[in-house]
């Protein structure tokens, strides 16, 4: 194939440009008097709705009973190996409860297979977005960080059953 | 040999042998919760049902006898109709709450719902409640919800161990397992119900909960308690070992181990107290030194002392590799001849089905290759009781004790070991025979590398590194690995597992060699084993390939000349 003179094909008005500003600038003053969608974060919080995965979360009911029996599921569906779960046994009717229950949210990439495979609707993903850390160790989310009242999840709660 | 058609395959098989049998040994899995292998027929789980030419109803395969010219199907419609039915009966007052058993992930109820059953239940009544977290013994656990009724723990009990102990009660859907009053289930062997059962009922209560069995990852090994050497899986996860398993070896163990190869084998291996780094007594204190000043320390004590002043004790637990390079450079480098290796037979603790008296893992091995331990230090040297007797009178001074607590073994050793003017031990864990040592080096346990035993039936088996050490990376060096081993970094929890900083015995040895100026050109166990098989006539023609994975019997009895290690 014949190598194309990409120069040679050009109008002279297109080769001066100013055309082309123009129409560029026109677009950028157009919208200059269309209405906003930035929002002033983190003077104004994103509210986001029950779709979306912020970072995974361990439901706790009213009673102070922590719906997970540690089966490790989660741990397992995990592509990211985000989730460590350690069993142990108790006196409830269900008889296990997670001794320890870490998620790396370094690894966690918000897919919510965990959220998805989880039996006991126990895992849920939760609104919350704000993740930053200055060390590796502050990333890991033990259970003190995890557990969160069903009350707080029940918008999550609803949605997940969707789709069950 | 009479043949048989499975599923439109031609099949040999022995006279005598059922049709579950003949299939299992040509590749062909019928499923089956109650047969075992190992056990009388029972044929109440009716979930191995096959479909028989010219028999007018299904029969179930594991009490049906193979003919000739049998035409077996197993995947007909009928038979996969039944399987389903079957599966959908036991499966009425089964709970279904798997993320809380503990079988789950080895469980063949489990497995089984996935290929043999629509995955439905059409069930809508009430479950049938029965007790649960059952104390059976010290060591099992009975979920009796969970129970299939199958009698596999039963016959176990009543056919392996002869112990009568487990029955069944009641009838129809509210039978359950129990012991015999005033009995409990605590035969010796009684933890490998556990293995059997095919669900989650009975439950190994020294593992209950603590790892998910996929969480885990499995390594080929032997049993460390006697000289029986059983074929078994050590299960780690995060560098840690959390539970022992038997392994099928039909010429050794069969399926099963004994309860305290199960549970007393392993915890020393994720103890504390395991020694970490050589350990110099400075002050009367035992404190942490580098390899090289540990070498050099004991390189001046020992060259201080007369060679009839230094004696060596070594376990009977060695491995082979590790005995030829500790009696080289015992005999050779050291040139003493005051070396034995110490005898552990504690009479009348072994039963005709597995355990022996024997509690050391390599005897025979020594035996073989011309030491009998505690009887005949060759080469004119003293013998084990000889050596404790010169240290009581003063005539030892110095010794060498190689992975062995003798206090531990007997107490009354704490008065001679306290008479040496200087004690250097090899040692796994500090125990009380450490408390005397000038130097300690740190042994890896048998979980931390490679070797090979020789049980009391002259059959050489290898075992393999489940535990990495400092110098140990999982897959440089081969070692099974999980999911989490694999794709975990150095910065994940569980990827800073505790690692000691261990040498297996002949790696330490090496290095005392070296110190005293011989250069041994081994890097790894392998190499040792290569330079037995070519010099030692009993081992010709092995390496750890041809021993693989379930071992090899030496001819023992060809190899007229015993030959000196
Ligand atoms: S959201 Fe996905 S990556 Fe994050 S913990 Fe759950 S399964 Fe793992
Ligand atoms: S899947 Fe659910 S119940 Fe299971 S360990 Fe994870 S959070 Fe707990
Ligand atoms: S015994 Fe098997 S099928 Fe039954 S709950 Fe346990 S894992 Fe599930
Ligand atoms: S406890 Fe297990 S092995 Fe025993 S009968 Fe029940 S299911 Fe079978």
Redesign the interface.
Known sequence: MAKKNRLKDLSFGQRIYITEIAKGLGLTLKNMFKPKFTMQYPEVKFDPPASYRGRPVLAVEENGQERC?????C??VCPA?AI?VQ???TENE???YPEKF?I?ML?CIFCGFCEEVC??EAILMSKDYELAFTN?ADA?YGKDKLLTPVSRLQDRINFVRQFK | MPKIIIDGKEIEFKPGQTVIQAARENGIEIPHFCWHPSLSVSGNCRLCLVEIEKMPKLVISCSTTATEGMVVQTQSEKVIAARNAVMEFILINHPLDCPICDEAGECKLQDYTYQHSVGESRFTEEKNHKEKRIELGPNVMFDGERCISCSRCIRFCDEIVGEKELTFIKRGDRVTITTFPGKKLENPYSMNVTDICPVGALTNRDFRFKSRVWEMAPTKTICSGCARGCNIDLWTRNNEVLRITPRQNEDVNSFWMCDNGRLNTFKHVNANDRVSGPHLRKEGQLIKCGWDEAYAKTLSELKSFAKDEIAALASSSLTVEDTYLVSKFVRSTLNMKNFDFVRKVVAGSGDAILIREDKATNAKGFELMGVEPGKSASGGGLKFDEIISHIESGRIKALILIEEDLIGWNPAFEKILSKLDFLVTISTNFDASTSFANVVFPASTYAEKNGTWINFQGRIQRIRPAVTTIEMERSLDGMSQSRWDKFGTDFDSWGKAKKNDARPTWKIISGLASAFGTKYKFTMAEEIFNEIAHTNPLFTGLDYDVVGENGVQLKTETVKKKVTI
């Open positions: 029996v540690a089966c490790g599921l741990s397992r190996l460590e069993a142990a046994e269900k008889e296990r870490e790396n690894r039996p006991e590796r890991i």
